[in-house]
C-alpha cells in the first residue's frame, strides 16, 4: 500500500510559467517531507524539504507547500525553465521508522517544460 | 565535491553472473541504502544498514545480497543476475535522525544491463 503518492506521471508546462507538483501521504506520523529531482542518467538531488511544523518553506524559485489536514504537499517552480524538465520525487521521512529513518518515495512525476 | 560514489556509472552482464555494485561515501554517514529505478514503479528499497556489518531487507531483497565490511563502504550482490535485474540502481546515505540534516544523499546511479 502507497504511503506516498504522486497521482500525476508527467506534467507539461510553458516556459515562464508555473508548475505545481502534487503529492498526498497517509501516514499522520510522517514528520518531514522532501522533493528531489532526477536527470536521465544520474542519481536523485535534494531541491527543498519542510518540517511538519511549517506550511510553507520557499527557496528561490521553489516553494513547497503542506497542509496537514488534508495530507498533501505541493512543489511549486516559479517560472518554469527547460532546465527545471526532470522527474520529481516526492519523500517522507519520520513514520516510525526508527534509527535508520527509511525514506519512503513517491513514484514520481515527470515534469517537461517546453520552451 | 563528490559525496557518495558508485564505482561504475553502465554495467553490462550475462545471466547468470555474479555481478558487484559498490558504494563508497566519505560523510560518515552510518545509514546506507540501495534502491533501484524502473519507469513507472519510482524508487524501490533493495536493501539497507543502519550500522557497519547490520543489514536489513528492503521492499524488493530477492535475488540481491549486500555487504558492509566497512562504514563507508556498501556493497549490492546479484548472486545471479537475471534479466528482470536490469535497471538504474542508486546507492544513499544518511545521518541517524537527530544528528543534522535529514534526507538522503545519492550516488550517481549505474545503469546494469543483463543480457
Known amino acids: 500500500d502507497q504511503q506516498v503518492k504522486q497521482n500525476s506521471p508527467s506534467l507539461s508546462v510553458q516556459e515562464g510559467r508555473i508548475s505545481i507538483l502534487n503529492c498526498d501521504y497517509t501516514?499522520?506520523?510522517?514528520?518531514?517531507f522532501l522533493w528531489y529531482k532526477k536527470y536521465p542518467a544520474e542519481g536523485p538531488t535534494f531541491l527543498i524539504s519542510?518540517?511538519?511544523?511549517?506550511d510553507k518553506n520557499e527557496d528561490g524559485r521553489f516553494t513547497v507547500f503542506l497542509n496537514k489536514s488534508a495530507k498533501h504537499l505541493s512543489l511549486h517552480i516559479v517560472p518554469s525553465q527547460p532546465g527545471d524538465s526532470a522527474v520529481y520525487f516526492c519523500?517522507?521521512?519520520?513514520?516510525?521508522?526508527?534509527?535508520?529513518?527509511?525514506?519512503?518515495f513517491g513514484k514520481g512525476t515527470k515534469l517537461t517544460v517546453n520552451p | 565535491d563528490v559525496k557518495v560514489t558508485q564505482s561504475s556509472r553502465y554495467l553490462v552482464k550475462r545471466t547468470g553472473e555474479k555481478v558487484f555494485l559498490e558504494c563508497v561515501q566519505d560523510?560518515?554517514?552510518?545509514?546506507m541504502f540501495w534502491y533501484r529505478q524502473d519507469p513507472g514503479l519510482g524508487l524501490r528499497l533493495i536493501y539497507f544498514s543502519y550500522d557497519v556489518k547490520m543489514k536489513e531487507k528492503g521492499d524488493i531483497p530477492e535475488g540481491y545480497s549486500v555487504s558492509r565490511e566497512k562504514k563507508e563502504r556498501f556493497s549490492l550482490i546479484l548472486e545471479s543476475a537475471s534479466t528482470n535485474q536490469t535497471s538504474m540502481y542508486l546507492c544513499a546515505s544518511s545521518l541517524p535522525p537527530g544528528q543534522g540534516a535529514r534526507g538522503y544523499t545519492f550516488g550517481s546511479g549505474t545503469r546494469l544491463t543483463v543480457v
Open positions: 501516514n499522520s506520523m510522517f514528520d518531514y
Open positions: 519542510i518540517s511538519s511544523i511549517k
Open positions: 519523500a517522507a521521512g519520520g513514520g516510525g521508522q526508527g534509527g535508520s529513518e527509511k525514506l519512503v
Open positions: 560523510m560518515d554517514h552510518e545509514n
